[in-house]
DNA sequence: CCTAGACCTTCCAGTCAGTGTAAGGATAAT
DNA sequence: ATTATCCTTACACTGACTGGAAGGTCTAGG
């Protein structure tokens, strides 16, 4: 299969798949042509991935998972501690944004939003506490 | 005022003030030596644009709202418009990442996190759905 | 006057996780 | 044979900084 039919396959793009293989996260085959050859268990691996980043882990985690998973003789217990550390800092990016949602929704609020210059937001912003 | 003492009354680091000059956001002046001279103008112009990045603003959108704090003719519903888009901004990536933590929360507590290398989390990253 | 330490300067490279583009080779359909 | 669509690599760019090297300046103490 190439990389156009694989990237389909795994919902990423062909530039990403490439990048992947770049960084080494996976080593599809190649034909005589040098076209990449990727078989099932190269889209079971890019669908993977693809997974995991999309629950926010870094690349650095993705390794890490990538290598338990490989790994027959792992321990659940390493996987939940990952899992873990990444719920925590989900929930901590949760609380920052959601903080900044407050405040600037507190200036919007305060804000006329007409066709005079004073305004709450810039105000706000500039305000030397 | 050298960029030291700049630094700690806006609350950034020295590297980021220069940056911020580099890109044009702020331009302090210079003494005879070649070292940057801050004067009270300068540390509220940065101290608005750590408040603004602060609140997650993009460093284009803080060049805009510099703009309008800069035009004494501006319209407040502009400023309001700005805010209104980086609300929405925020609020599209609180429901993505909740979305997220939600998912891992549910691969976590199926997760027996023991000694055994049988994994919901691995196994739900893996599933070909 | 000299020196040590704490400032300051610029410039270049690296971060993260890709994305864009150019130049060129291979394959498939007509 | 031609055209269109694939594929390849290599390099540059993104945002918003951050780190480090190499070197100039200033201040306090001896």
Chains 1, 2 share one sequence.
Do not use: W
Not at 22 to 46: A, H, K, M, Q, W
Not at 77 to 106: C, G, N, P
């Amino acid at each position: 299969m190439n990389i156009q039919d694989a990237a389909r396959l795994c919902s990423l793009p062909r530039k990403t798949i490439r990048y992947y293989e770049d960084v080494g996260l996976v080593t599809p085959g190649r034909r005589g042509n040098g076209y990449r050859e990727f078989d099932r268990s190269d889209i079971v691996r890019l669908s993977f991935i693809a997974r995991a980043r999309g629950l926010g882990f870094s690349m650095e985690d993705v390794r890490g998972l990538l290598r338990l998973q490989d790994n027959p003789v792992r321990r659940s217990a390493e996987v939940k501690a990952l899992a873990k550390s990444q719920l925590a800092k989900l929930e901590h990016k949760l609380s920052e944004i959601s903080k900044m949602r407050e405040e600037l929704q507190d200036l919007f609020d305060a804000c006329l939003g007409d066709e005079g210059a004073s305004c709450a937001i810039l105000d706000g912003l500039a305000q030397t506490k």
